[in-house]
């Protein structure tokens, strides 16, 4: 299995951006997705975005689609650019990888430690 390792979070005010990263290493050939998910205090986790390695082929969540894009670099590298953050963006956001196009959690078998957000209102 991939490792991950998140980077990037802190403390933002509404409106404002936040780019995280997830830096994938070991056996990258064993996942062909990264996805990005969020779980807040209380909540169930939440898929955000995933991004297909080879194509760059992306897909979003409703809920961060216009806000929040995500990329990927050489070597190994994904990133999740969030603009005009809103309060409820709030969360530990995790990066987690999985050889299916899916937004379930349970789909994905690598996970990061996870990095927080903090959007004030």
């Known amino acids: 299995q991939a490792q991950l390792a998140e980077s990037g979070g802190g403390l933002v005010q509404a409106g404002g951006s936040l780019r995280l990263s997830c830096t994938a290493s070991?056996?990258?050939?064993?996942?062909?997705?990264i996805g990005w998910f969020r779980q807040a205090p209380g909540k169930e986790r939440e898929f955000v975005a995933r991004?297909?390695?080879?194509?760059?082929?992306t897909y979003y969540a409703d809920s961060v689609k216009g806000r929040f894009t995500i990329s990927k670099d050489s070597p190994y590298t994904v990133y999740l650019q969030m603009n005009n953050l809103k309060p409820e963006d709030t969360a530990t956001y995790y990066c987690?990888?999985?050889?299916?196009?899916?937004?379930?959690?349970?789909?994905?078998?690598?996970w990061g430690q996870g990095t927080q957000v903090t959007v004030s209102s």
């Open positions: 987690a990888s999985t050889i299916q196009a899916s937004t379930l959690p349970a789909e994905y078998t690598s």
């Open positions: 070991g056996r990258i050939y064993s996942s062909k997705l």
């Open positions: 991004i297909r390695w080879s194509t760059g082929v």
